[in-house]
T-cell receptor
Framework: EAGVAQSPRYKIIEKRQSVAFWCNPI?????LYWYQQILGQGPKLLIQ????????DSQLPKDRFSAERLKGVDSTLKIQPAKLEDSAVYLC????????????FGQGTRLTVV | GESVGLHLPTLSVQEGDNSIINCAYS??????FIWYKQESGKGPQFIID?????DKRQGQRVTVLLNKTVKHLSLQIAATQPGDSAVYFC????????????FGKGTLLTVNP
């Protein structure tokens, strides 16, 4: 079974530029998550989708971050404009959905803002 | 702030020894807990989970213990191997059916040959 695919693996941008990350979840997984992991910390949930609807985006900095999941499959996360403190690994995860089902993580995109 | 934390940021053990990684949580409404392993450059990998109606669950070489009285979770790894070296996170589900995971900061486990 193919895992969660993310691209790019690495990205370096200057502050105030924009960047987008892409995620392809495991086939058939209804729930998709985007997490932000700052170096030395645990992942922090940014947004959670159930199919193509947003379930939770309470920790998403909506003034600069946006995410969409068109057709309930692939998802993109965008930052515009980026700040230095956005430097982190952005992890995508997916699960079948429903009560307490395991989430599978991709390898993440490491973003460096300079 | 985060409600899940870890007692020890680093743990160093000898190959073959048993490892115990501890985790404290503060949200009494949490009903599901998961241990993840994260190797350098990779995403977190599921190890074992436990629901709040259980005290103990065993997997292959791993055991998770849940003490709801003191809001404490532990991961025991038997016969630790060099391949077990990684950062271990405990995570709690505070979102009910929405499966909203809150992660702790992690414990770095180093296994010495």
């Amino acid at each position: 079974e193919a895992g969660v695919a993310q691209s790019p693996r690495y990205k370096i941008i200057e502050k105030r530029q924009s960047v987008a990350f892409w995620c392809n979840p495991i086939s058939g997984h209804a729930t998709l998550y985007w997490y932000q992991q700052i170096l030395g910390q645990g992942p922090k949930l940014l947004i959670q989708f159930q199919n193509n609807g947003v379930v939770d985006d309470s920790q998403l900095p909506k003034d600069r971050f946006s995410a969409e999941r068109l057709k309930g499959v692939d998802s993109t996360l965008k930052i515009q404009p980026a700040k230095l403190e956005d430097s982190a690994v952005y992890l995508c995860a997916s699960s079948l959905g429903g009560w307490n089902t395991e989430a599978f993580f991709g390898q993440g995109t490491r973003l460096t803002v300079v | 702030g985060e409600s899940v934390g870890l007692h020890l940021p680093t743990l160093s053990v000898q190959e073959g020894d048993n490892s115990i990684i501890n985790c404290a949580y503060s949200n009494s409404a949490s009903d599901y807990f998961i241990w993840y392993k994260q190797e350098s450059g990779k995403g977190p990998q599921f190890i074992i989970d436990i629901r709040s109606n259980m005290d103990k669950r065993q997997g292959q070489r791993v055991t998770v213990l849940l003490n709801k009285t003191v809001k404490h979770l532990s991961l025991q790894i038997a016969a630790t191997q060099p391949g077990d070296s990684a950062v271990y996170f405990c995570a709690e589900n505070i979102g009910g059916s929405n499966y909203k995971l809150t992660f702790g900061k992690g414990t770095l486990l180093t296994v010495n040959p």
